[in-house]
């Protein structure tokens, strides 16, 4: 095996994010017709432990598209009050998973970037995925996203407190 | 070699080598950082793949000039040049690379500075490069200034948390879970003992990986100091010898 240099260390995106890399068209994650699939409305708040909305945390999103292939990119920030809006498609499943969208975060004071995973509400191959097998069973349910009427989802996340969200070992 | 994806296709990051996820005088740090361990990673089709983005343009590369024609920015130009590679080495071709910064005076263009510090007319401090097929990026632009960070002081003391001259970095590259957003710094400044961000990372040589080489050899006749920074990213474990 080649030498091993360890990976740079990462670090706090910090409070000032350029608004010029947030652009509106990568809130939506079908932009340019790649996507077929039913169009699902995404959004959500995230807020800290003290329950203070997080502002300017910049989102990134990464799933397959409707047959299973990865490719399907997006990206926003949290406004004034926490909250985050995507465009999407429900993507199809790979080999042994439920569906599943790869849900990132970066913001000031993460020094880290938090990773995890949404899954969809009424999906019998959740109760089978290995990685949400990995997750206590009482916190599974706050890594499944709720309705929110025809073709809408919400996926809340808490960086602390009672309904902390499970985030992935980095 | 067949490819595969298995629990072990990422080294997990150390944390001797990674920054401290909480940071005693940096407050968010406490209330944003999950106090539940984390949940065990299965590396997943998601990790192991990663969006492609279109190149940047040349002219994104240069953030000491904001437009054809316009006087350059305020302060020290630099040229800072060097090489996106994996953990063994391998160099990585087609990294985005975004870049942001304070101008030569410890100022950010962004809603979120409050600081009474000038703005450069002739400054945004914000770029962006695609490492080429050999994975080198090259950039222009000034030096950035410390700082003062509003209503944060050192530990125990009354004095205000000076950030030292860096330059923030977000890397994405061949796989989302070599994605990578960072800091550069300057070498020999005196903030850099002090910042409290630099010093979380417990690991001497992982902060010194953090900082420039100073490289007279490559300061240019357009009046720039050369810099040479590398990036490493965590790559795939590498395929045994066969």
Same mark, same amino acid.
């Given at each position: 095996?080649?030498?091993?240099?360890?990976?740079?260390?990462?670090?706090?995106?910090?409070?000032?994010?350029?608004?010029?890399?947030?652009?509106?068209?990568?809130?939506?994650?079908?932009?340019?017709?790649?996507?077929?699939?039913?169009?699902?409305?995404?959004?959500?708040?995230?807020?800290?432990?003290?329950?203070?909305?997080?502002?300017?945390?910049?989102?990134?999103?990464?799933?397959?598209?409707?047959?299973?292939?990865?490719?399907?990119?997006?990206?926003?920030?949290?406004?004034?009050? *926490? &909250?985050?809006? #995507?465009?999407?498609?429900?993507? !199809? +499943?790979? %080999?042994?998973?439920?569906?599943?969208?790869?849900?990132?975060?970066?913001?000031?004071?993460?020094?880290?970037?938090?990773?995890?995973?949404?899954?969809?509400?009424?999906?019998?191959?959740?109760?089978?995925?290995?990685?949400?097998?990995?997750?206590?069973?009482?916190?599974?349910?706050?890594?499944?996203?709720?309705?929110?009427?025809? *073709? &809408?989802?919400? #996926?809340?996340?808490?960086?602390? !407190? +009672?309904? %902390?969200?499970?985030?992935?070992?980095? | 070699?067949?490819?595969?994806?298995?629990?072990?296709?990422?080294?997990?990051?150390?944390?001797?080598?990674?920054?401290?996820?909480?940071?005693?005088?940096?407050?968010?740090?406490?209330?944003?950082?999950?106090?539940?361990?984390?949940?065990?990673?299965?590396?997943?089709?998601?990790?192991?793949?990663?969006?492609?983005?279109?190149?940047?343009?040349?002219?994104?590369?240069?953030?000491?000039?904001?437009?054809?024609?316009?006087?350059?920015?305020?302060?020290?130009?630099?040229?800072?040049?060097?090489?996106?590679?994996?953990?063994?080495?391998?160099?990585?071709?087609?990294?985005?690379?975004?870049?942001?910064?304070?101008?030569?005076?410890?100022?950010?263009?962004?809603?979120?500075?409050?600081?009474?510090?000038?703005?450069?007319?002739?400054?945004?401090?914000?770029?962006?490069?695609?490492?080429?097929?050999?994975?080198?990026?090259?950039?222009?632009?000034?030096?950035?200034?410390?700082?003062?960070?509003?209503?944060?002081?050192?530990?125990?003391?009354?004095?205000?948390?000076?950030?030292?001259?860096?330059?923030?970095?977000?890397?994405?590259?061949?796989?989302?879970?070599?994605?990578?957003?960072?800091?550069?710094?300057?070498?020999?400044?005196?903030?850099?003992?002090?910042?409290?961000?630099?010093?979380?990372?417990?690991?001497?040589?992982?902060?010194?990986?953090?900082?420039?080489?100073?490289?007279?050899?490559?300061?240019?006749?357009?009046?720039?100091?050369?810099?040479?920074?590398?990036?490493?990213?965590?790559?795939?474990?590498?395929?045994?010898?066969?």
């Amino acid at each position: 095996m080649s030498q091993r240099t360890p990976p740079t260390a990462h670090i706090t995106t910090g409070p000032f994010f350029p608004a010029r890399f947030i652009r509106d068209e990568e809130a939506d994650l079908t932009r340019g017709g790649r996507a077929a699939g039913t169009a699902l409305a995404l959004s959500g708040r995230i807020r800290d432990a003290e329950g203070t909305p997080c502002v300017c945390a910049v989102l990134e999103l990464w799933q397959a598209d409707a047959g299973g292939r990865y490719g399907l990119w997006g990206r926003t920030w949290t406004d004034k009050d *926490g &909250a985050y809006g #995507f465009r999407t498609i429900k993507p !199809g +499943a790979t %080999e042994g998973r439920a569906p599943y969208i790869q849900v990132s975060l970066h913001a000031s004071g993460l020094m880290r970037p938090l990773v995890t995973v949404l899954f969809f509400p009424d999906e019998p191959r959740n109760e089978s995925d290995p990685q949400l097998r990995l997750v206590p069973p009482a916190r599974r349910p706050l890594l499944i996203a709720k309705p929110q009427g025809e *073709g &809408a989802l919400r #996926f809340d996340m808490a960086l602390g !407190g +009672a309904n %902390e969200t499970p985030f992935l070992a980095d | 070699m067949t490819a595969r994806i298995a629990s072990d296709s990422f080294a997990p990051y150390d944390d001797r080598t990674q920054p401290a996820r909480r940071i005693a005088g940096y407050p968010n740090t406490q209330f944003r950082t999950p106090a539940q361990p984390p949940v065990e990673r299965l590396v997943s089709a998601a990790d192991l793949s990663g969006p492609v983005f279109a190149p940047a343009r040349a002219e994104e590369a240069d953030l000491a000039v904001v437009a054809p024609g316009r006087t350059r920015a305020m302060g020290q130009l630099i040229h800072l040049s060097g090489r996106v590679l994996d953990e063994y080495g391998q160099p990585l071709p087609g990294v985005l690379m975004e870049v942001w910064q304070c101008n030569a005076a410890g100022k950010y263009i962004h809603h979120n500075d409050p600081s009474p510090v000038p703005v450069d007319p002739n400054f945004v401090g914000v770029g962006r490069v695609t490492t080429d097929a050999e994975g080198r990026y090259r950039l222009r632009t000034v030096k950035p200034g410390g700082y003062a960070v509003p209503e944060h002081s050192f530990p125990g003391t009354q004095k205000n948390w000076w950030r030292p001259p860096h330059i923030h970095f977000s890397l994405l590259g061949p796989a989302t879970a070599s994605r990578l957003i960072t800091q550069m710094f300057f070498p020999g400044e005196p903030l850099n003992r002090l910042d409290l961000i630099l010093n979380a990372i417990p690991d001497e040589s992982a902060r010194a990986q953090l900082t420039a080489r100073f490289t007279p050899e490559l300061n240019t006749d357009d009046g720039a100091l050369g810099f040479v920074h590398d990036f490493v990213l965590r790559g795939r474990l590498a395929t045994p010898a066969a």
